[in-house]
């Protein structure tokens, strides 16, 4: 059961991707294809679609494909359009009000389902580092301009026609250099299902934005984000999430004058904002604290931490 992640470096879509991808094909095969191959886009549809709506991913999907066999499936797999929908915990903060100011985040999820990688990429000459997933798209990264982003899943059933927000969240950091820029591009690009996604840029600027398939964006300026967007909309997973405590428990402390840095990001490490992971069983699998200032991502874990830099490792 991997608990810890291992972040790799590669400029430019190679061999190191290939083995990536390689190794995780076949459950991901398994995964898009579990409600039948017709329940999914045609290769024709998943390109309209990219073209239309994430022009600057085209030209990196073409090459991915071409990496990975150029098969039908894989790039629909690839172009991330309207795949099956999946659940995810997560809880994200803002600390801070200037330009060291910090997205921290927890990535609840099951163990036996992740990828457990990261990457430093140069893709399109952007330096982007973050955690990895449907082979390149994103949880959470910072790029070489100090732009932030995570994402939480939003709690509501709704699925309708639209990206992998792990996809939509690759497009914000290959494009992007501040916040307005990404929320741009997350008002222009359809989810295919809700999230919040907090951002946060070097300047101290942030929004946490509610994304849904069924409704407009609304930006927001709330420092935490857990799994619902204002309202519960689905109790049943809120409760049994915690979406609710997490999101009071961290929202007093992020407001507590008397609270330091430290003792902030001990908080996602200690229940109910952390939650144990187990086989079978959601859990947090890693806490990252991204620095706009530094470009960084350190890595936390009860007992380990590991620190990245979109350039060299410090």
Not at 49 to 75: C, I, N, Q, S, T
Not at 185 to 209: I, K, Q
Not at 248 to 277: C, S
């Amino acid at each position: 059961m991997p608990t810890r992640l291992q972040v790799q470096s590669e400029d430019e879509p190679g061999p190191a991707w290939t083995a990536a991808f390689e190794q995780h094909w076949p459950a991901y095969e398994r995964w898009f294809l579990r409600e039948g191959a017709a329940e999914r886009p045609t290769y024709l549809q998943c390109e309209r679609a990219l073209r239309r709506y994430m022009p600057e991913m085209f030209d990196l999907w073409k090459r991915l494909v071409e990496l990975a066999g150029g098969g039908d499936r894989a790039a629909r797999f690839l172009s991330m359009y309207c795949p099956p929908p999946y659940l995810t915990g997560c809880s994200q903060a803002v600390w801070g009000d200037d330009a060291h100011a910090l997205l921290v985040r927890n990535y609840d999820y099951l163990p036996e389902l992740w990828e457990a990688s990261g990457w430093r990429t140069q893709w399109q000459g952007r330096g982007v580092l973050g955690v990895s997933d449907c082979l390149w798209g994103l949880l959470d990264g910072v790029n070489d301009a100090g732009l932030c982003v995570s994402l939480a899943f939003g709690g509501r059933r709704t699925v309708g026609p639209g990206f992998g927000i792990p996809l939509i969240l690759r497009c914000v950091l290959q494009s992007c250099e501040t916040v307005a820029e990404g929320v741009a591009v997350l008002a222009r690009v359809p989810s295919n299902m809700s999230y919040n996604v907090t951002l946060l840029d070097r300047h101290g600027t942030f929004e946490t934005v509610y994304l849904s398939p069924d409704r407009p964006l609304r930006e927001t300026q709330h420092r935490v984000a857990t799994n619902h967007q204002g309202a519960v909309d689905w109790p049943q997973h809120a409760e049994a999430t915690g979406s609710v405590d997490r999101l009071r428990i961290l929202t007093t402390h992020v407001n507590d004058p008397d609270e330091t840095t430290a003792r902030f990001l001990r908080r996602f490490l200690e229940p109910p904002v952390y939650k144990e992971p187990t086989p079978g069983a959601w859990g947090t699998l890693y806490t990252a604290v991204y620095s706009p200032s530094a470009r960084s991502l350190v890595l936390l874990w009860p007992d380990a931490t590991a620190t990245y830099t979109v350039g060299a490792d410090p």
